[in-house]
């Protein structure tokens, strides 16, 4: 059973940087792709980032590319987004999510396992 913990998030200004990281509490993620999505109140949950856990391709929203960047540790069984030049249309709920195999990875119906999410607010 995969278990996601998301932790990293908080309050930051505007330029500022923050990174987010999701352990699995229940197992190693082995073949799992890992993914980032967020959501804002009032809004449809958005793709953000994903890696490979076996191979590291990682595929970004066009929203972020260039400014944040998807990794994982393996010895850590952990897996982190590392975000730079917040904007305040960052702010949202961030979460973590895992999937069997790469296939729709930009889709949340394309994930097996989701996390609780952690807040991330960005201010101007």
């Known amino acids: 059973q995969v278990q996601l913990v998301e932790s990293g998030g908080g309050l930051v200004q505007a330029g500022g940087s923050l990174r987010l990281s999701c352990a699995d509490s229940?197992?190693?993620?082995?073949?799992?792709?890992l993914g980032w999505f967020r959501q804002a109140p009032g809004k449809e949950r958005e793709f953000v980032a994903a890696?490979?856990?076996?191979?590291?391709?990682?595929y970004y929203a066009d929203s972020v590319k260039g400014r944040f960047t998807i990794s994982r540790d393996n010895a850590k069984n952990t897996v982190y987004l590392q975000m730079n030049s917040l904007k305040p249309e960052d702010t949202a709920g961030y979460y973590c999510?895992?999937?069997?195999?790469?296939?729709?990875?930009?889709?949340?119906?394309?994930?097996?396992?989701w996390g609780q999410g952690t807040q991330v607010t960005v201010s101007s």
């Open positions: 999510a895992a999937a069997r195999q790469w296939g729709s990875v930009s889709y949340p119906g394309g994930y097996d396992y």
């Open positions: 229940g197992r190693t993620f082995s073949s799992y792709v």
């Open positions: 890696i490979s856990w076996t191979t590291g391709s990682t």
